[in-house]
C-alpha cells in the first residue's frame, strides 16, 4: 500500500498496481482506491487496509448492553429503545444510532455469542469447534440411545409414537442392534437391544460380539442396576457421559438425525410434516401403519443402513464392508448365557405344590413334577410378568421356565384395562374441576375477583364432609375397646384386660348360659358340678 501511495493517481502504473491487487486480494478495484485514499488522509490506515480508523470515542459493547442483550434476546431494535429511555430519565449517555450498535455488537461479540443470546446455550453450541475422535477398531465403543420416532403408529386402536432403542459400533457406523417399544421405553428395552447387539447369529447378521465399552447419557434406564450387572457380566466398560453433551457421542446422534430424515419423514403419520392452515393438524382420513408393519420396515432399513448404505465417513464403503474388512477378534457369548446374564435376579425360593411364589403370585412349569422342596433362583425379564426363568439355587443349572398359574384371559385383561382407563378419565376430569378457578375480566387496574358462589348448606354440607373424611383417617381400631363379654362367659384374663368395663354385652339369642360361647374361639362353656353332683 505504501509503494501505491508514491504512484500518482492518475499514472497507468498506478492503475495497473490497483488492478493486480485488486486480484490478488480478490476485491473490486475501487475498494483499492478507497483504501488508497484513507491511506493518504491517515498513513496508519497504511499498516490495515480496510479496517476502520481506531478512535477513543468509538462505541463498544459494555456490560450494561450485554445484560439488555440477554433481557432481549438480541434485539438491537428493542435495546436501542431501552438506551434511549434510560437517557431520557438522565441514567446515561444517550446511545448511537442503530446502525453504529449492530457495527459494535458484531465487532464486539463472537458469532455464538450472538447465537447464544438469542437462542440459549443450544444455538451458541453449534458455533463451537470440536474434536473428531480417532475412528479406532470395531467393537471397540459402542454408544447408545433412545429416540422417540416422530411418527404415530395405530397400537391397540390408539396411535402413539413408538421409541426405538438401538447400539450403534462408532468404527464402522453398523447399527448392531435395535429394540422398538410401543411405549415408554426401560431397562427391558436396553436388555431387548442389547441380546440383539451382542448375538451374530440369524437374523441379527455378522455384527456382534462383546465391546470394550460403551457409551451412554446418563439415562436412568441405561444406568439401572439390572443393566450395569448385566455389562459387568459381560465384562464391558459403561462410560456414563455428562449431561447435555450430545457431541460426545456423535455417532448415535447422527444415526438419530438420519433415521428421521431418509427414512421416517416419508411414512404416514410423521408428526412433523408441514400442514396447511394455521393449526398444524393430521388428516382425518390418513391411515397409520400398524405397530407390526412400522416394525418391519424399520428393520429393512437398519438391513440397507447397514449393507447399502455408504457414509462419508467410511470414504465409500458400507458399514458391512468396514466391518469385514477389519481383522479385529470378537469376543462372543452363548445365547443362552446372554439370555441369563440379561435377566434380572429376584432371589431364592423355595419350590412348593404350588409352584414358585414370586410377587405374591404363583408361578408352574411342567418340569416341577416331583422337586417340590428343592431350592430354586428366579431370574426374570423386566416388566414380563406372565413368565419366569427358574435355575437350581446350589448349582446354578438351569432348570426351565415357569409360566403364571390361573393367568387371565386376554378378553379379562383388555376388560381391565379399559376399567382402569375410564377410571382413570373420570379421576382427572374430577381433579381439574376441582382445581379449576375462574377470575373476574377487568379493564382497569383492580385486584383480581376469584368467580364461584356457594349456598351456605353447600359450603357446610362440603366441609362436612372434609372433617369426616379427616377424623375417618385419623381414628385408631384400638380406641374404643369393646363392650365386656356376659358375665356367664368364661374369658381369660388377657382379653378382659381389654374389653371396656361396664355393662356387659347381652347373650346371643337362642342360647343360654351353658351353651355359651367361651371367648374367641368359640368353644360352649363346660358345665360345673358341685359337691353334690347336680350341675350348675
Known sequence: MRRLLALRRDGALASRHVRLMAEALQVKERTVWRWRAAAERDESAAECPGERAQSRDRFTVTAEVRALLALWKGNVAAVHRELTARAVRGEGDPPPSVPTLHRAIRRDLMPGERAGLVGGERAARKHD?????????????????????????????????PWITWFTDCATNAITGVAVTPGDPSRESVLAALRSAVLREEP?????????????????????????????????????????????????????????????????????????????????????????????????????????????????????????????????????????????????????????????????????TGQAGIQVRVRFMPHHDHRIEVYHAATGRYLGPADLADQASDEQISAVRRARAARTRRLKKDLEASQRERY?????????????????????????QSSDTDLSDLALPDLIPPAAPPAEWRTPASLAALTKPGRPAPVPSGRDSASAPDGPDRRAARPTTDTDGDAS
Open 129 to 161: 469447534v470440536f474434536l473428531s475422535r480417532p475412528r479406532g477398531w470395531r467393537n471397540q465403543v459402542w454408544e447408545t440411545d433412545h429416540m422417540q420416532a416422530p411418527v404415530l403408529v395405530e397400537v391397540d386402536g390408539t396411535a402413539r409414537r
Open 204 to 368: 441379527y447378521g455378522p455384527f456382534g460380539g462383546l465391546p470394550e465399552k460403551v457409551r451412554v447419557d446418563r439415562g436412568k434406564d441405561f444406568l439401572s442396576r439390572t443393566v450395569t450387572a448385566a455389562f459387568d457380566l459381560l465384562d464391558v466398560t459403561v462410560e456414563d457421559l455428562p449431561a447435555y453433551t450430545p457431541h460426545l457421542k456423535g455417532t448415535v446422534e447422527g444415526l438419530n438425525r438420519a433415521v428421521e430424515n431418509m427414512f421416517l419423514a416419508a411414512l404416514p403419520g410423521y408428526a412433523r410434516q408441514p400442514r396447511p392452515g394455521k393449526r398444524p393438524s393430521r388428516p382425518k382420513d390418513e391411515v397409520l401403519l400398524g405397530f407390526e408393519d412400522f416394525t418391519a420396515r424399520l428393520l429393512a432399513w437398519t438391513l440397507w443402513w447397514n449393507t447399502e448404505h455408504r457414509p462419508a465417513p467410511l470414504r465409500g464403503r458400507t458399514p458391512l464392508e468396514a466391518w469385514q474388512d477389519d481383522p479385529t477378534p470378537l469376543r462372543e457369548v452363548l445365547a443362552a448365557d446372554l439370555w441369563t446374564f440379561t435377566l434380572e435376579d429376584a432371589g431364592t425360593r423355595t419350590l412348593t405344590t404350588h409352584g414358585v411364589r414370586f410377587r405374591k403370585r404363583d408361578y408352574v412349569g411342567p418340569w416341577m
Open 440 to 464: 373476574a375480566a377487568v379493564n382497569q387496574p383492580e385486584a383480581p375477583q376469584q368467580l364461584g358462589a356457594l349456598t351456605t348448606a353447600q359450603a357446610e354440607a362440603e366441609l362436612a
